[in-house]
């Protein structure tokens, strides 16, 4: 079945007012010898109740989140989503809605994003945020494009190895033809060790790229460095964790001068890793390198205060293969998500989300500890801590049976740490929760 | 009733202590938080955002979702972008537990029913495109263009040859000559003929040894389908390039043509689009790209392959050109799209491409009277008329008639797109669309031509605002509110 309303009778109607006998003749442009002659090979239609149920068994045939406990992390939370954002978002005046280039009939959606641009600048205490990447790891990557647009002479780019893996991984496709050096410094400690980067900092270095709290986990020495590229002349950036900055120091009262992040925390679902949302914020003086969308508030021709997208020339649209990034589509339906989620929460419930992380993340360490499985680093950390295990996958199977997702193990990214994996512990998991987990854990282990 | 109600920001409505979200207490013991954390990494206080009580957030938030015109409010016939209906069974089934509440690094185990159908779209995306192998990572057409075009320069290294250009018509979107850019080419330029098509002695006069790429966009931002393709892919082809198809126009040949079949060898579809995922005010988009088999080692990471009734997913691909994003792609569009494809089975599918072309070209012969569409009386899923007669004789201008369309309910079509034609109004009404919708839309295109000039100069009239001061907006950027 299609969604198409055309009757035979309204058909014939069209063609005779084409002036053409048939719709196969409106198709004369494509040469018959490059038609295709058969029924596309795509499985059969299904009606609603069909695909009801349809997609009913493939999901059943998943274990969700809502199925086992989830304790995975990784740039990916099992964070509660409050039903206003839910309410908000299902608006379909704004899930239907196109791209606001069409600023009169788009006022909504611009107001919105020119909402969520100040928050992210009052979560991230910089002065400037675009309405939206795609998500963290391209974030990354677009950040280190941005960066050599303002610094042209400079190629090399310092990364810890404590950045998401697949951030990383997605620095290195992007930037694999253009003028760059990526050097990774490795994080044996759990963390990038200042005097690493004071080594490996130069008057070439574009950019430090770290991420705090760390893929592992944990805090990095963000203050001394910020320090340390700054001496070098070189940008820092930073990833961070969106709901991490309800208690910890923001980018810009540590020196970051581009701050890139996963918001899938504000208010998305897990979804199997998409469709989220890249985050990035930068200094004021930046501003005309930025990559994708912005909103800016501007007057009518009554004088009226409204919004449009603006300083659209950095965009393909205008300079084509000078823009500052390739990007068209964002994710403002993500966006607006955040927006209500953050403003659902205010500090306060930010404040207290990130302290449920911390406690709870700590009161599970221990368990765990006491359970047999120690913590990998001796660091600082907030919502996720890496432990160490004989044969984590035989053991992470095994929780599975017992109804946990309990972990990350780190060996596909980490070839030294393939006896770890990593913990991930949000505002939703209680005692409970957590003290089964720390139980089945224990008792699969003595079962050794 | 008049919808100017809750103008304020967000901020405006801000007062100290009140809160809308609340969290349970703790249920583990109380540690001080320096015994957590160390001093020098927690801030002073949390960041200073607005504090909102529900229903002045919801009011907020629904009062101003009707200051927006969206699908499902109003007809939108924006050439280039393809607005088509979104269908609600989409939002429901994207959204169950099963689908939605699932973490990206979960073990394959524990998500055979998500690698099922992922597998499932990947396959049926390769046969509608006539390619052999599907990633469907890219999260928008634009990062699909620039994963195909890293494919592509893998593909040529791996050859040991190395080339350097990549050539774009100058009709062709601007994410192109971006993409082509990061992906380390020298973006050339190719021209149109005045019917909108390739120039052929234009392409032929830049095609040589350094060409690894050429960007085709077919049927084309003019709306026509360049019937000199498989001459153009064959010349491509000949000197060893690769052929590259810029999808946001499938909507038009749906089951009719296959890319694969005419000569192209890699292309990206913008699910958002062609498949309706919903467009959310400019995203999130989906955009899969489909590659030939020479070109498959190649292809981002990971795969979902199936091994006998189990389904996993493929990371050891040496040869790949790694990830351009975190996790697997845009999966919640991913999973509207396959619902929308299993809803239309091939002869649906076929059905879409008949419709949306016989809607505008019916379109086209209500109005080309008087807007002139210079490429000619046929067209395939749009077409782009012209308004230099109404511009010379009356000084209306296509942006006049875009601003005016606004105060009759129409979303504005694409002005000033694609450049080659003078005034170009682009329209593109897509299949979902009645007769009845495309006659008042007409019947009000052609009213328009003889209003007053001066009034359309200041259109739209019943809108929220009026027309916004751009220039003003870029010159001295406000883009946040400040206390």
Partial sequence: MSYVLNTPADQQAMLKQIGVASVDELFRSIPDALRLKRPLAVPPALGEIELTQHLGDLSGRNQSAADAVCFLGGGSYDHFIPAVVDAVAGRSEYYTAYTPYQAEASQGSLQAFFEYQTLICQLTGLDVANASLYDGGSAVAESILMALSVSPKRHKVVVAGSVHPEYRHSLTTYAANLEVQIATLPTPQGFLDPDDLKAAVDDQTLAVVVQHPNFFGGLEEVEALGALAKAKGALFIVSFDPISLGLLKRPGQYGADIAVAEGQCLGNPMSYGGPYLGILACKEEFVRKMPGRLVGQTTDRNGKRCWVLTLQTREQHIRREKATSNICTNQGLMALKATVYLAALGPQGLKETAELCLRKAHYLADKLQAAGLPLRFQRPFFKEFAVKAAQPLHLLSQLLGKGYHAGLPLGRWYPELADCFTVAVTEKRTRAEMDGLATAAAAALRER | MHKNQSTELLFDLSRAGRRCHRLPAS????????????????????????????????????NLSTRNMSIDTNFYPLGSCTMKYNPKRHERLSSLPGMADMHPLQSDESCQGMLALLFEMQNILGEIAGLDAVSLQPAAGAQGELTALLVAAAYFRDRGEKRTRVLIPDSAHGTNPASAA??????????????????????????????????????NTLGLFDDQIATITELIHQHGALVYLDGANMNAILGITRPGDFGVDMMHYNVHKTFTGPHGAGGPGSGPIAV??????????????????????????????????SFFGNVGILVRGYCYIRTLGAAGLREVSENAVLNANYLLSRVKHVYEVPQGDRCMHEFVASARTLRRERKISAMDVAKRLLDYGYHAPTVYFPLVVPEAIMIEPTETESKETLDAFADTLLRIRDEDAGYLHDAPHTLTISRPDEVKAAKEPILRWKP
């Fill in chain 2, 27 to 62: 249920d583990v013991p109380a540690a001080p938080l320096k015994d957590l954390l160390p001093a020098s990494a927690l801030a002073d206080a949390p960041p200073p955002l607005p504090e909102v009580g529900e229903i002045d957030l919801i009011r907020h938030y629904v």
């Fill in chain 2, 182 to 219: 990061i992906a380390g080419f020298d973006a050339v330029s190719i021209k149109s003929t005045a019917k909108g098509l390739v120039d052929l002695e234009d392409l032929k006069s830049r095609l040589d040894a350094r060409t690894a790429v050429f960007m085709i966009t077919n049927p």
């Fill in chain 2, 292 to 325: 030939r088999k020479q070109l498959a080692p190649f292809l981002p990471a990971p795969l979902v392959t199936r091994q006998g009734e189990r389904y996993e997913l493929d990371y050891d691909r040496p040869q790949s050109i790694g990830r351009v994003r």
